[in-house]
T-cell receptor
Framework: KQEVTQIPAALSVPEGENLVLNCSFTDSAIYNLQWFRQDPGKGLTSLLLIQSSQREQTSGRLNASLDKSSGRSTLYIAASQPGDSATYLCAVYTNAGKSTFGDGTTLTVKP | GAGVSQSPSNKVTEKGKDVELRCDPISGHTALYWYRQRLGQGLEFLIYFQGNSAPDKSGLPSDRFSAERTGESVSTLTIQRTQQEDSAVYLC???????????FGSGTRLTVV
C-alpha cells in the first residue's frame, strides 16, 4: 500500500527566504507526482505535475524534483512571499488508478 | 465547463437526513474521483470512476455512502442517514485520464448538526 509522508508538517519563514518542502513515498512504481496548493477553506490548485520519466518541473518561482528510486520529491520555492502562505500537498499516482495524498506542509511566510 | 464544478458549496443538514453532492467534471475527462477532507486532516479517497469500467469503491467508509456517474459526465455522491462524523469537505477531481493529473473542484462543505 502506497504511503506518502510530508515533512515538516508546518514551516514558518521570513519573507524572501528560499525554502524546500519534502515529500516521500514508499512504493516507487508511480506514474506521476503532483504538487498542489490549498488555501484555507478552498479546494486544491495544481502547481506542478511530474511524470515518472521526468526529473523536474519548473513554474515561475517553483521547482519540483522527483527521484523515483529513493521515493522522494522536493518542492523548492524561491524568494518566498506572504502570498505563498498555504498548505502544500503532494500526491502520487500509481497503477491502482488513483492518487495517494500526503497530509501536507502548512507554510507561513511572514512579512 | 472550464473547471470542475461542485454543488452545493455548503450544506448543513440534520443528523439522520440524506444528502446528495454533485460534481460536474471538465468536459472530456474520463476519470472522476471523490475525496473527503475532515477539518485539519489530509485527503481520504472515497471512490473513482474511469470511463465505462466498474468504479473503484474501495474507499467508501460505510454502506451509507454511494456514488453514481452518468457516462463520462456528472457524478452524484449520496450519504444516507448522515452522522456527525460525516461532517467534512467533499472534494471532486477529474482527469483526462489518470496519469495526466487531477483538477479539483472547490468542494462541498458538509455540516451535520
Amino acid at each position: 500500500k502506497q504511503e506518502v509522508t510530508q515533512i515538516p508538517a508546518a514551516l514558518s519563514v521570513p519573507e524572501g527566504e528560499n525554502l524546500v518542502l519534502n515529500c516521500s513515498f514508499t512504493d516507487s512504481a508511480i506514474y506521476n507526482l503532483q504538487w498542489f496548493r490549498q488555501d484555507p477553506g478552498k479546494g486544491l490548485t495544481s502547481l506542478l505535475l511530474i511524470q515518472s520519466s521526468q526529473r523536474e518541473q519548473t513554474s515561475g518561482r517553483l521547482n519540483a524534483s522527483l527521484d523515483k528510486s529513493s521515493g522522494r520529491s522536493t518542492l523548492y520555492i524561491a524568494a518566498s512571499q506572504p502570498g505563498d502562505s498555504a498548505t502544500y500537498l503532494c500526491a502520487v499516482y500509481t497503477n491502482a488508478g488513483k492518487s495517494t495524498f500526503g497530509d501536507g506542509t502548512t507554510l507561513t511566510v511572514k512579512p | 465547463g472550464a473547471g470542475v464544478s461542485q454543488s452545493p458549496s455548503n450544506k448543513v443538514t440534520e443528523k439522520g437526513k440524506d444528502v446528495e453532492l454533485r460534481c460536474d467534471p471538465i468536459s472530456g475527462h474520463t476519470a472522476l474521483y471523490w475525496y473527503r477532507q475532515r477539518l485539519g486532516q489530509g485527503l481520504e479517497f472515497l471512490i473513482y470512476f474511469q470511463g465505462n469500467s466498474a468504479p473503484d469503491k474501495s474507499g467508501l467508509p460505510s454502506d451509507r455512502f454511494s456514488a453514481e456517474r452518468t457516462g463520462e459526465s456528472v457524478s452524484t455522491l449520496t450519504i444516507q442517514r448522515t452522522q456527525q462524523e460525516d461532517s467534512a469537505v467533499y472534494l471532486c477531481a477529474s482527469s483526462l485520464e489518470g496519469p495526466s493529473g487531477y483538477t479539483f473542484g472547490s468542494g462541498t462543505r458538509l455540516t451535520v448538526v
